[in-house]
């Protein structure tokens, strides 16, 4: 079984991996030997800010709260990975929680998965989601210009880009991220998932910078290119946390954050209620780094999933809840999807969440002819192709709003009090809170600044 040590080693060794100036110390170096875990030496350690409570007077203990975050040597820790044997697991970890005192977390690691679906043929194309959603934002010149969208996937490739858009599209690579072993080169990765993903995006605001990290690649002997581990989103959130953290709060530029993927089975994570457990629980490292990297700013949006009850992936094997982990969590906006007529797609996960129960938050476009990157008759389909339709929206909105003047809590309430009510009347677990709708989006922009004006 994959594990995540959480660890406070000495000082002088956390002081080293914080440092941006610095070369990490490798694994070994900050861990040391670890009876019974197999440590992986290929993965770089990550430095984990502690959570405290913004007020004063705030629960030390609780998540339910404005939170700060900090990363001072003697509150921060250290993230290392390694794997111990399926036979005697419950064993192993009572082993590594008693040896050494220094290892103050044990999480799981599980195995992340991309959300393309069910063939059938598609509902319009990626026109229709032009007009449906781009048209009045283009008209007030909301392009995404001066606004970074990470899409954390398989990678991206800007030829096939180019030549499905009619125009040049490109990543910075300076700014972009990738986990250890994954040797291709920034905007030139296969034709996958990822690129699919910055198509969506595009279509929406085709003026975003593209960062590339391609988590989702193959990470053990015999996977596809199509998963990966929660272990390598950590090490790349920590990395979207230090480019902003690197520019003073009232600089920072929009940056939004564009997940199309999650965890489909509970086989390689904890039971609810243990406290290394990922889908149920806010404390779990990654639920901690999206935190952090929303309070730092970022706009974070991550598909429902494709386990709706009427068309569920094959790889669906939660009995119930499917909204698990950081795809429920309270600082992201969860995506739910719709046809470009608005009618709900049959795959599309319904709540409540696990980390949060009103999820999804919202739900627009999927299941179109678009990127072709699955082959010109594939559409673009599952609640992976809506997330980065709706981070188009969030990054359009971010050309004249920065987070300063809208934090991202506050977008996240924009989206939702103009989305369009569907299904039943008011907040609902298939359609959230509705769906998009750029048109009283713009209205409310204009609202806005005309209040501004007067001011």
Same mark, same amino acid.
């Given at each position: 079984?994959?594990?995540?040590?959480?660890?406070?080693?000495?000082?002088?060794?956390?002081?080293?991996?914080?440092?941006?100036?610095?070369?990490?110390?490798?694994?070994?170096?900050?861990?040391?030997?670890?009876?019974?875990? @197999?440590?992986? @030496?290929?993965?770089?350690?990550?430095?984990?800010?502690?959570?405290?409570?913004?007020?004063?007077?705030?629960?030390?203990?609780?998540?339910?709260?404005?939170? =700060?975050?900090?990363?001072?040597?003697?509150?921060?820790?250290?993230?290392?990975?390694?794997?111990?044997?399926?036979?005697?697991?419950?064993?192993?970890?009572?082993?590594? %929680?008693?040896?050494?005192?220094?290892?103050?977390?044990?999480?799981?690691?599980?195995?992340?998965?991309?959300?393309?679906?069910?063939?059938?043929?598609?509902?319009?194309?990626?026109?229709?989601?032009?007009?449906?959603?781009?048209?009045?934002?283009?008209?007030?010149?909301?392009?995404?210009?001066?606004?970074?969208?990470? =899409?954390?996937?398989?990678?991206?490739?800007?030829?096939?880009?180019?030549?499905?858009?009619?125009?040049?599209?490109?990543?910075?690579?300076?700014?972009?991220?990738?986990?250890?072993? =994954?040797?291709?080169?920034?905007?030139?990765?296969?034709?996958?998932?990822?690129?699919?993903?910055?198509?969506?995006?595009?279509?929406?605001?085709?003026?975003?910078?593209?960062?590339?990290?391609?988590?989702?690649?193959?990470?053990?002997?015999?996977?596809?290119?199509?998963?990966?581990?929660?272990?390598?989103?950590?090490?790349?959130?920590?990395?979207?946390?230090?480019?902003?953290?690197?520019?003073?709060?009232?600089?920072?530029?929009?940056?939004?954050?564009?997940?199309?993927?999650?965890?489909?089975?509970?086989?390689?994570?904890?039971?609810?209620?243990?406290?290394?457990?990922?889908?149920?629980?806010?404390?779990?490292?990654?639920?901690?780094?999206?935190?952090?990297?929303?309070?730092?700013?970022?706009?974070?949006?991550?598909?429902?999933?494709?386990?709706?009850?009427?068309?569920?992936?094959?790889?669906?094997?939660?009995?119930?809840?499917?909204?698990?982990?950081?795809?429920?969590?309270?600082?992201?906006?969860?995506? %739910?999807?719709?046809?470009?007529?608005?009618?709900?797609?049959?795959?599309?996960?319904?709540?409540?969440?696990?980390?949060?129960?009103?999820?999804?938050?919202?739900?627009?476009?999927?299941?179109?002819?678009?990127?072709?990157?699955?082959?010109?008759?594939?559409?673009?389909?599952?609640?992976?192709?809506?997330?980065?339709?709706?981070?188009?929206? =969030?990054?359009?909105?971010?050309?004249?709003?920065?987070?300063?003047?809208?934090?991202?809590?506050?977008?996240?309430?924009?989206?939702?009090?103009? %989305?369009?009510?569907?299904?039943? %009347?008011?907040?609902?677990?298939?359609?959230?809170?509705?769906?998009?709708?750029?048109? @009283?989006?713009?209205?409310?922009?204009?609202?806005?600044?005309?209040?501004?004006?007067?001011?």
């Amino acid at each position: 079984m994959r594990l995540i040590l959480q660890m406070r080693p000495e000082r002088d060794v956390v002081a080293a991996v914080i440092d941006p100036h610095v070369t990490t110390p490798p694994a070994a170096d900050v861990a040391g030997p670890i009876p019974g875990l @197999a440590l992986d @030496a290929a993965f770089t350690p990550v430095p984990v800010p502690q959570p405290r409570p913004a007020m004063p007077d705030g629960d030390p203990l609780s998540l339910e709260q404005p939170l =700060v975050f900090s990363m001072a040597p003697e509150d921060a820790s250290v993230l290392v990975r390694g794997e111990v044997q399926d036979y005697d697991v419950a064993g192993r970890l009572s082993a590594l %929680a008693t040896a050494r005192p220094d290892i103050v977390g044990i999480s799981s690691d599980p195995v992340v998965e991309t959300m393309p679906v069910c063939g059938g043929a598609p509902v319009g194309d990626w026109h229709d989601v032009e007009h449906a959603v781009t048209d009045e934002l283009k008209s007030e010149g909301l392009d995404g210009r001066n606004v970074a969208l990470a =899409v954390v996937d398989t990678g991206i490739n800007v030829d096939h880009l180019g030549q499905v858009l009619g125009s040049t599209a490109a990543v910075d690579a300076e700014r972009s991220w990738k986990p250890a072993g =994954v040797n291709e080169t920034f905007g030139r990765f296969p034709v996958a998932h990822g690129t699919m993903c910055a198509f969506d995006a595009l279509i929406v605001a085709r003026r975003i910078a593209l960062l590339d990290l391609p988590v989702l690649r193959a990470a053990r002997k015999g996977t596809t290119i199509m998963e990966g581990l929660l272990s390598d989103a950590i090490a790349a959130y920590a990395h979207l946390r230090a480019l902003l953290e690197a520019v003073p709060p009232e600089q920072r530029p929009g940056l939004v954050v564009s997940n199309s993927w999650g965890s489909y089975s509970p086989r390689w994570d904890f039971p609810p209620g243990h406290p290394g457990n990922y889908s149920d629980n806010r404390a779990h490292p990654f639920n901690l780094a999206v935190a952090a990297l929303e309070n730092a700013g970022a706009d974070i949006l991550f598909a429902a999933g494709n386990c709706g009850r009427d068309c569920p992936d094959g790889r669906c094997a939660y009995p119930d809840r499917p909204i698990t982990g950081a795809n429920s969590h309270p600082r992201v906006l969860s995506v %739910a999807g719709v046809d470009t007529r608005g009618a709900r797609v049959g795959y599309s996960s319904q709540g409540p969440g696990r980390l949060s129960q009103r999820k999804p938050d919202v739900a627009t476009c999927t299941h179109f002819a678009g990127s072709q990157a699955f082959g010109p008759d594939s559409p673009d389909s599952g609640t992976s192709a809506a997330c980065p339709v709706a981070a188009g929206v =969030v990054a359009a909105v971010r050309t004249r709003l920065s987070p300063q003047d809208l934090s991202p809590a506050r977008m996240r309430t924009l989206l939702r009090r103009t %989305a369009n009510d569907a299904g039943v %009347a008011g907040f609902d677990y298939d359609h959230g809170y509705g769906i998009l709708n750029t048109a @009283a989006i713009v209205e409310a922009l204009r609202r806005r600044s005309k209040h501004t004006a007067r001011s």
